[in-house]
Every structure is written in C-alpha cells, then in structure tokens.
C-alpha cells in the first residue's frame, strides 16, 4: 500500500472525521479500490465501530463513493428519518436481505434490522422496530449448517457494549432469547475467524 492508501486505511479503522476529510480534500480517489476493495468497503468491513462511523461514512459518499447495496445507506449512516420515510414508501424493504463482510458476526442473508445491530445503529434499529421488522428474522445459514441468528445475536458482540440499547430495544420489542444454533461463525474471512458451536 501507498502511504495515502495507509493513512486513508487509519482513518477508516480509527475514525477521526478531521483526518480523514483532509485526506478526501486532497484528492483522494473513493471510487477506485485499492487491495481488491473499495474504500468503502474499507470503512464498513474495519472492526472498530464507533459513533463517528456514520461520519466517515457520510464523507466518503459526499466525495463519491457508493455502496454495494444502496438500501442501506439510511442505515449506516443511523438516519432514522430517512429509512422510515424509504419504509413508508417501500414496505417491502422490511423484507431486504443484505450480505455485507463483517469483522464480527455475519451479514449474510441479513436483514436490515441485523445490519443495524452490528453497527449499533439505534435510531435505524428504532424506525425498522416502529415499522414492523421482525425482531427474530434470522439470517442465511451456510452450507455448514451455520449462522442462521437474530438481530440479537450482534449486540452482543458489540465493542465496549455499544449494542446494549439495541439489545433492550429488541428485549422490549419481544425478541426471543431462547432460540439455538448449531453454530455461528464470528469473523469469517479475518484472521481471527472462529467458529463457536
């Protein structure tokens, strides 16, 4: 990697909105990827989530960049009114399904409710609850017979526990805590990938 490539991959993993716009002001390509990613993948797959995330995120998409899947655009960036204004228009997003790489439990076959967890998205998670969203939709199982988790699964193994007023908003919205797996994969793809039965 480059040395911009290096300091722009710091400021998505640390996320410190000042270093990372003066990186994009000086011209920093968001459309070309770079170690067979784009740089927004960077910035959703790190393994830091923080309040600030949202910021680089917003950023990145003001000087160009795009997601894989646009539907969740209103739900990284934690808009609340925007993803119930989207869900007023479209019911059937409530029914989307998202596969994103994450540093944490998956999103694959994800519904946007797990998508909002993992990022510890409150007010998304708060206008999919207000909509209707299953709060026990699971996701896509592997071929293993893994995975196949709740929202509830990723507030869990949320940082510093970021995900506790997810977790009490799902508990408050019914969300069952009983149901079992036969295993999940956390981190799949990373080198710290493992497999919990």
Known sequence: ??????????????????????????????????????????????????????????LLLEHGATLDDPVLEPVLLDDGEALAAALRAEPALLEHRATMVSAFTPLVGASLLHVAA???????????????????ARAAVDDCGLNGHTPIFHTVNSILNRGAPIMELLLDAGARTDLRLAGITWGKGFEWETTFF
Do not use: I
Not at 9 to 32: C, I, K, M, N, W
Not at 47 to 57: G, I, N, Q, V
Not at 125 to 135: I, K, Q, S, W
């Open 118 to 136: 993992e990022y510890c998205h409150l007010n998304a998670a708060r206008a999919l609850v207000e909509a209707g969203a299953d709060v026990d």
């Open 1 to 58: 990697m480059t040395p911009e490539q290096l300091e722009f991959v710091y400021a998505l993993e640390e996320h410190p909105v000042d270093q990372l716009r003066s990186v994009l002001d000086a011209g920093f390509d968001v459309q070309t990827p770079f170690d067979g990613r784009s740089p927004v993948n960077w910035l959703t797959e790190m393994y830091s989530r923080s309040d600030r995330f949202k910021d680089c995120l917003r």
